[in-house]
């Protein structure tokens, strides 16, 4: 395998936190990532997005049948080409040059990557409904959110709205020493297995704006977070969807309602709002 360190030296950079750049150093983290997927994944075609100087790719190569690379930083990018040259000679290896946010995304069977911080939230969920296992690195506060069960303080919008597309688990906690430069924050691997939600929806939009709606106002019960939140969440009616969805659940505050009650809502919103 690739030694990080020398990577860093062969490109000739630091790593630039305005740019998103931390570089994951600890070659056991490295290592360790790949080893995440789930056993059910096809390692056929793997997407990294942020390549960095290819610590990481050179251990998705060594699993995968494919990687593909998306690399925004140009000097970065061409660095990946010259030093991967044989693997993408063999076909083996794709580095794109761009903005994961805006160039169009392989067709890939699983993603394993140590995300740039900043768009962190907006690659997430530019991947998540492709429906593919990902092994992702996030800030560890954002990580457990993002896998916290209703009724903690974690729970929120971010946790449902993953939940709607896979089981999401904390896999590892990784400290800010495992970086170069190191970030202002620890770290943390998640993984995502994709699954069907257990709940229909009429309209997955019309589910995600209700939840982005109620959780503005988490510390107000549901049935004024409905009634207040309609320029969000588009409902028309909302003393009608008050009234339909019962006081159980429009007594409750957002942080304790389970995915499965938005859902049922939703399911009310459509129908009483037509
Ligand atoms: C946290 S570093 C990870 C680098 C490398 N994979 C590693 O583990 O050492 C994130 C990488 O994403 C790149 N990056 C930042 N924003 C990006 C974007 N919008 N699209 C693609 N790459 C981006 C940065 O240039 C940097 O190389």
């Keep these: 395998m690739r030694d990080p360190d020398a990577l860093l030296v062969r490109a000739g950079v630091r790593g630039d936190p305005e740019r998103d750049q931390h ?3 600890d070659d056991r983290v490295l290592d ?5 997927l789930p056993d059910s994944a096809d ?3 793997v997407l990294e997005i942020g390549g960095g ?5 050179d251990r998705l190569l060594d699993v995968a049948d ?6 925004r930083d140009p000097g970065l990018a061409t660095f990946l080409t010259d030093e991967f040259a044989d693997e993408i000679e063999a076909g083996s290896l794709t580095v794109i040059e761009g903005d994961a946010l805006e160039v169009p995304l392989p067709d890939f069977t699983a993603s394993v990557s140590n995300l740039p911080y900043g768009v962190s939230s907006e690659i997430a969920f530019r991947l998540l409904p492709e429906k593919r296992p990902l092994v992702l690195m996030f800030q560890q506060e954002f990580a457990e959110r993002m896998a916290a069960e209703p009724g903690t303080d974690e729970y929120g919008r971010l946790s449902v709205t993953a939940g709607h597309y896979a089981d999401v688990e904390v896999v ?7 970086f170069s430069p190191p970030p202002a924050v620890e ?12 709940y229909e929806v009429p309209d997955d939009e019309l589910f995600m704006r209700l939840v982005r709606a109620v959780f503005t106002q988490r510390r107000k019960t549901m049935r004024n977070a409905v009634r207040n939140t309609t320029h969000i969440s588009g409902i028309e ?3 009608a969807v008050v009234e339909a969805a019962g006081e159980d659940l429009m007594s409750k505050r957002a942080g304790n309602v389970p995915p499965e009650a938005f859902a049922r809502l939703a399911a009310i919103a459509a129908e009483v709002d037509g």
């Design 32 to 36: 360790r990532l790949p080893g995440y």
């Design 23 to 25: 570089f994951l150093i």
């Design 66 to 71: 494919r990687v593909t690379v998306i690399e």
């Design 237 to 239: 009616d909302a003393e």
């Design 53 to 57: 100087t290819g610590a990481l790719t």
């Design 172 to 178: 590892e906690p990784v400290p800010k020493e495992a």
């Design 43 to 45: 390692t056929d075609h």
């Design 187 to 198: 770290s943390a691997v998640v993984r995502t297995t994709p699954r069907e939600p257990p």
